[in-house]
């Protein structure tokens, strides 16, 4: 028997199931909406402590849920690897955590408390088993996640105080590729105005803007960029994008309002430079509202940005390493359809991070769920990518 297969049984032996369901249905019992998550932190600190790690409370920019910061040290030099979840959940009606047939179901089943059970297992056993040789474990759990709610202030707080490893796992939902690129993302929120009150549509003044019909040259202006968008075109990233999802104006059918709201997102790839995104878009903005008479606000944040890594970096060798391991499958390499903390932990702190959780579905429904089997095959596997990272494998 080699020393991988000692380490891998000695992992699965190690890896508690009732416990890491334990941990997730305690989590998923507690209603943690994004800027609401201060309860089920304290309570996420409660068990790691009783647990016997070293925990911590950063307020990292929004003391109402401070975050968690828990460590597994060998105490031996080497490399940290960094889990990293957040708390909060989309606000959506709560569901208490329920289990039938081996799958859980509830408030943040998929996203991402399923996984932060997992991740919190996953240093038990590497604890329980005393397998880490070198290097160290850190968890971290923050609140202001979920848009638009969140604007990531607390993960970005932790990375500008340096509470950052040197390679990072997130447990959200994704499990069929190691994401290695991924586009930015910025939501577009837009305000179309008018001076004046609103008045009876028979009652306008001669040359007075029409809101509605500004907001509509202006979808049309950001649609044809899209198409434009469309024509650069990367491998494995796809292309970047302009998406719009809501529009909104107006008390009653027959009055001319003062406003109209549109909102959507814009995404680009990692060869786009955001402040080129943010000039484009301000400029196209601009000149819609010359033509239209109107006043066109809105702010591009652009803080979620495009992310490309090196797919033989240290931590995606670890992790498809421990991935066929435990499961006896490699995954492929991919694009990440979503933006997550992963991106700003590539682009702010530098250091390579993978996504990847449990086969989940239903995040952001109602209707969140996960099996429980695929709970421990992710604490397994990053229990074994924490050895073979860290400098033990």
């Given at each position: 028997m080699t020393s991988?297969?000692?380490?891998i049984n000695?992992?699965?032996d190690a890896v508690n199931r009732d416990r890491l369901l334990e941990t997730a249905i305690d989590l998923i019992g507690i209603p943690s909406p994004t800027r609401s998550a201060g309860p089920v932190a304290d309570r996420l600190a409660e068990i790691l402590t009783d647990e016997g790690f070293d925990v911590r409370r950063e307020d990292a920019n929004w003391p109402e849920a401070p975050a968690v910061i828990a460590r597994l040290d060998s105490g031996r030099p080497g490399k940290t690897l960094q889990f990293d979840t957040h708390l909060d959940t989309v606000h959506l009606p709560f569901v208490p955590p329920e289990v039938q047939d081996g799958v859980l179901t509830g408030s943040g089943a998929a996203d991402m408390k399923g996984g932060i059970a997992a991740a919190v297992e996953s240093m038990r056993a590497l604890r329980d088993a005393d397998l880490l040789r070198t290097g160290s474990v850190m968890l971290t759990a923050?609140?202001?996640?979920?848009?638009?709610?969140?604007?990531?202030?607390?993960?970005?707080?932790?990375?500008?105080?340096?509470?950052?490893?040197?390679?990072?796992?997130?447990?959200?939902?994704?499990?069929?590729?190691?994401?290695?690129?991924?586009?930015?993302?910025?939501?577009?929120d837009i305000a179309v105005r008018r001076d004046g009150k609103p008045v009876h549509?028979?009652?306008?003044?001669?040359?007075?803007?029409?809101?509605?019909?500004?907001?509509?040259?202006?979808?049309?202006?950001?649609?044809?960029?899209?198409?434009?968008?469309?024509?650069?075109?990367?491998?494995?990233?796809?292309?970047?994008?302009?998406?719009?999802?809501?529009?909104?104006?107006?008390?009653?059918?027959?009055?001319?309002?003062?406003?109209?709201?549109?909102?959507?997102?814009?995404?680009?790839?990692?060869?786009?430079?955001?402040?080129?995104?943010?000039?484009?878009?301000?400029?196209?903005?601009?000149?819609?509202?010359?033509a239209t008479g109107t006043a066109i606000e809105s702010r591009l944040d652009t803080r979620l940005n495009a992310f490309r890594m090196d797919e033989q970096n240290p931590l995606i060798t670890a992790f498809q390493s421990a991935y066929e391991?435990?499961?006896?499958?490699?995954?492929?390499?991919?694009?990440?359809?979503?933006?997550d903390d992963g991106n700003g932990f590539v682009g702010r702190a530098g250091v390579p991070a993978i996504t990847h959780g449990p086969?989940?579905?239903?995040?952001?429904?109602?209707?969140?769920?996960?099996?429980?089997?695929?709970?421990?095959?992710?604490a397994n596997t990053y229990a074994l990518t924490a050895l073979k990272f860290c400098g033990d494998s």
């Open positions: 991988n297969d000692q380490q000695a992992i699965r923050h609140d202001h996640h979920e848009a638009p709610w969140g604007d990531c202030r607390q993960v970005y707080a932790l990375i500008e105080m340096g509470i950052v490893g040197d390679g990072v796992l997130l447990p959200e939902y994704m499990s069929d590729r190691i994401p290695v690129v991924g586009r930015g993302v910025a939501v577009i549509e028979v009652l306008r003044p001669e040359g007075q803007p029409h809101v509605i019909a500004a907001a509509c040259e202006l979808v049309r202006r950001l649609l044809q960029l899209n198409a434009e968008l469309a024509t650069t075109v990367d491998p494995m990233a796809g292309s970047g994008s302009i998406f719009i999802g809501q529009i909104h104006s107006g008390e009653i059918y027959n009055q001319s309002p003062t406003e109209c709201q549109i909102q959507g997102t814009r995404r680009w790839l990692p060869e786009e430079a955001p402040e080129a995104v943010v000039e484009q878009y301000n400029h196209l903005l601009a000149e819609v509202a010359e391991s435990i499961t006896g499958m490699t995954l492929p390499f991919g694009p990440k359809p979503f933006v086969h989940a579905t239903g995040a952001h429904t109602v209707d969140e769920r996960v099996s429980i089997d695929e709970l421990v095959r992710v």
